[in-house]
């Protein structure tokens, strides 16, 4: 009986050791699996070359180094060597990022920062793919007695987490100053928050973008004080089987020049209806030229215009159009209030008779005007602006037509 039993012991020990080495080896093969997709995707996709040596493969730890550079050129290269904790669940990662620029290979964390390279930390689940990543830069100071600056900055960090196709940034700069002879700059935090999606089965593609920064002053002997406070940036790209759509907006709470309103409010555009087959394919011929990273002379030029021109010819196909949702400005400096709204149209029929090399004067060619039709309204126009314009000054709304590329300004024609 009690031989029995313990035979029984042995068998469900055995079993459970048995999940335990084959979770662990399944945490660490899929772990690996996820590193060389993501060592490809920044191969195909960002321009990079990527390498790993000093691999060790393990069921409970790996470790390995990561040697990143931009395809084509040899201006930095990036060292990232990480040790990998493999867990039943989940798999913990860290190390630091060291980057060497030129061809001397000058360390730029150490020899050009007084600062030690940064560090970074992880954690991937094994079973859903989710990961969370942060990444952090200690403060430093940097100082020259003799040419009389001094930069003093208080770190860096962001967190990068998410899954395959779904993944979002969100992170800080702290304030710095820079300090010299002349002025003071002084840069408050600014922060930024990004998320990419992209569906792989039907290359839906969409990224949201956001930059804040607090505030910014400039202090000197020369020049009034300038400040700028709560500037804002936003944007929405979404690409789809259908079309390309991409929204802007900006925002600034105030800009000023000693006690003295410049300028403060928001904009807010939006471009849509861009071909969405041949804006993958503009994007990709444009990624290509730019990993080149070449200096080309006038030939190499008009030839990349040919290659480009059905592109976007293909793009321009669905007549884009441009909104300007909110044009709201004011400026206590000028005496000036801002209020635009409208729309521009693109006519795409036949656009395969422009030509890109239309655009190597400085004049925006006829042909391409021509294909413009929209209308604008800016209300409260201020009056020195109108007799400028040659209208009456009574008038307080200025209608702006645009039809096959003729102007007019609230029915008068006016040469462009």
Do not use: C
């Not at 980057?99 to 730029?108: F, K």
Request: aromatic content about 8%.
């Amino acid at each position: 009986m009690f031989k029995r039993k313990g035979w029984l012991i042995a068998i469900v020990l055995g079993l459970v050791g048995a999940a335990y080495l084959g979770a662990q080896a399944l945490s660490s093969s899929l772990f690996e699996r996820e590193l060389r997709h993501a060592i490809a995707e920044l191969e195909n996709e960002g321009g990079y070359q990527v390498e790993r040596d000093e691999i060790q493969h393990g069921w409970f730890v790996s470790r390995g180094r990561i040697r990143l550079s931009p395809e084509g050129r040899d201006d930095w290269r990036a060292s990232i060597p990480y040790t990998a904790r493999h867990g039943v669940l989940s798999t913990q990662a860290e190390g630091d990022v060291d980057i060497a620029l030129g061809t001397d290979r000058e360390r730029l964390f150490g020899d050009h920062l007084p600062v030690a390279p940064p560090r970074w930390n992880a954690n991937y689940a094994s079973l859903s793919g989710e990961f969370d990543s942060r990444f952090s830069l200690a403060p430093f100071t940097m100082e020259d007695k003799e040419q009389g600056w001094r930069l003093e900055t208080q770190g860096v960090e962001w967190d990068i987490y998410g899954q395959r196709g779904d993944v979002s940034l969100v992170g800080s700069v702290a304030p710095w100053t820079l300090e010299d002879d002349i002025g003071r700059l002084e840069v408050g935090k600014l922060e930024f928050d990004s998320r990419y999606r992209h569906d792989e089965e039907t290359d839906d593609i969409e990224q949201q973008d956001e930059i804040r920064l607090s505030q910014l002053a400039y202090r000197g002997p020369l020049i009034p004080d300038i400040s700028i406070e709560r500037w804002r940036y936003q944007s929405n790209w979404q690409l789809d089987d259908e079309q390309g759509r991409l929204a802007v907006d900006l925002s600034l709470d105030d800009a000023r020049m000693g006690d003295q309103s410049m300028i403060g409010g928001g904009v807010a555009i939006a471009l849509s209806r861009l071909n969405a087959d041949a804006t993958r394919q503009t994007a990709a011929l444009i990624r290509e030229v730019a990993e080149r990273g070449e200096h080309w002379d006038a030939a190499e030029r008009r030839r990349l215009l040919e290659r480009l021109e059905p592109k976007v010819q293909a793009m321009l196909a669905d007549s884009p159009k441009l909104t300007l949702d909110t044009v709201d400005l004011n400026s206590a400096m000028l005496d000036m209030l801002v209020d635009i709204e409208g729309e521009l149209v693109f006519d795409g029929d036949d656009v395969e008779s422009l030509s890109l090399t239309d655009w190597e004067g400085h004049d925006v060619p006829a042909d391409w005007r021509a294909r413009l039709d929209g209308h604008i309204t800016w209300r409260n126009v201020p009056t020195l602006l109108l007799f400028q314009l040659g209208l009456s000054p009574d008038i307080d709304d200025l209608e702006i037509d645009i039809d096959a590329g003729e102007i007019s300004l609230n029915g008068r024609p006016v040469p462009w």
